[in-house]
């Protein structure tokens, strides 16, 4: 099998595959040393049963325990071989099934053309302002470019070593289907830094300098001027099914604008998508951790469907939202995809930021920056 996997490899290998082979190569030989560490513990499981006679046997069981936490190491090695031989069979099967569809990509992909849909969709929708600044956008994408899109999304495969409903993809990806990595750089690198941000950041433009010069008031005469510099950030394609359900929080706190982009795949129910909630009491998140919200508090304001190319927005400055799925919806392998990222500030902006603060109000704003994904 694994000779099969190299041969294939050797045929026709992107560059993103060697790390990939490399792993395969580390793992294989994992598993003759699982042999070897299991031949050897049979050999002192004998060698205790003789020795037990003769009052020696402590000394053994202590090797035998430390032959047990190999062997569960190497077993989990195996495990992630299995994995990742999956995974190249996908990547390889997905490249030869999308290799036509990858020559109309280039067409699909005109800068032009995407950038004034996109332009054209964020002007047209309304900027809600209760109980958040929030957009509901539809049509986000021109169709074929949405149809490219999810087309794109890489086998089921490269989800399936993370823990279910918590199964991500970083965009762009280390490795993955040609087709994929094409149109989903494109998405992230042109399609959203290029023509959706500035848009977004257009938008918003009043609510977001109205929050920003709460925050920091020593940049309240110009709070999108210098230091502040906004870019996209956390990227990654989420995967969800049967039972998952995020309560009601707020993002990260750096994460000014939170973007979601929702991604059927056909004809897939509306149903389960974002809710946003109105908060009693609403105060100021105390870190830049995920901010965890008393269900308690909250009252549903909208609950924003799982439509095609379609993208919730949102700033991420009161209020809150969160999303569930229910133990019986149907079908039974259900798979939700949906691109998440947001807008904040670089790494640089933050620094200048947090430096315009008196000492008492920057440990709100201080800290290691976490996700409630990590």
């Avoid at 005469?221 to 989420?238: C, E, F, Y």
């Avoid at 991420?316 to 939700?336: K, V």
Wanted: hydrophobic share 40%.
């Amino acid at each position: 099998m694994f000779k099969q996997i190299r041969d294939t490899l050797q045929v026709a290998r992107p560059r993103s595959l060697t790390r990939m082979q490399k792993s395969l190569d580390d793992l294989i030989e994992g598993v003759r040393e699982l042999r070897s560490a299991a031949k050897e513990q049979r050999e002192w499981n004998r060698a205790i049963e003789l020795r037990q006679q003769r009052g020696d046997a402590a000394a053994l069981a202590t090797r035998l325990d430390e032959i047990n936490a190999r062997l569960d190491a190497l077993t989990a090695q195996v495990g992630m071989l299995t994995i990742r031989e999956a995974q190249l069979r996908a990547v390889a099967a997905t490249d030869a099934l999308l290799e036509e569809a990858a020559d109309q990509l280039p067409a699909i992909c005109d800068r032009a053309r995407v950038f004034d849909h996109v332009r054209q969709a964020v002007a047209r929708t309304p900027l809600q302002t209760d109980p958040l600044p929030f957009m509901v956008i539809r049509d986000v994408f021109p169709p074929d470019f949405y149809d490219a899109l999810v087309l794109g999304i890489p086998p089921y495969e490269l989800f399936a070593d993370k823990p279910r409903n918590k199964q991500q993809l970083k965009v762009p990806f280390e490795y993955g289907p040609a087709f994929s990595r094409t149109i989903w750089t494109f998405l992230v690198d042109v399609a959203l830094e290029g023509a959706f941000q500035p848009a977004i950041i257009e938008k918003f433009r009043e609510p977001l300098g109205r929050w920003i010069a709460h925050e920091f008031p020593a940049v309240a005469a110009n709070p999108l001027g210098p230091p502040m510099k906004l870019h996209s950030t956390d990227g990654r394609i989420l995967l969800r099914g049967r039972g998952y359900r995020i309560p009601p929080h707020r993002d990260p706190k750096w994460g000014f604008i939170t973007v979601l982009l929702y991604l059927p795949r056909g004809k897939e129910s509306e149903q389960w998508g974002t809710q946003i909630y109105s908060v009693d009491n609403d105060e100021t998140a105390n870190s830049i951790a995920p901010h965890w919200i008393d269900l308690e508090r909250c009252h549903l304001a909208l609950d924003v469907p799982f439509r095609r190319n379609s993208a919730l927005v949102f700033l991420n400055s009161h209020g809150a939202h969160g999303a569930y799925i229910p133990e019986d919806a149907e079908p039974a392998d259900l798979q939700r995809y949906i691109y998440q990222y947001r807008i904040g500030p670089t790494k640089a902006a933050i620094q200048s930021l947090v430096a315009t603060l008196p000492p008492e109000r920057r440990p709100l704003w201080e800290g290691k920056l976490v996700d409630y994904l990590a």
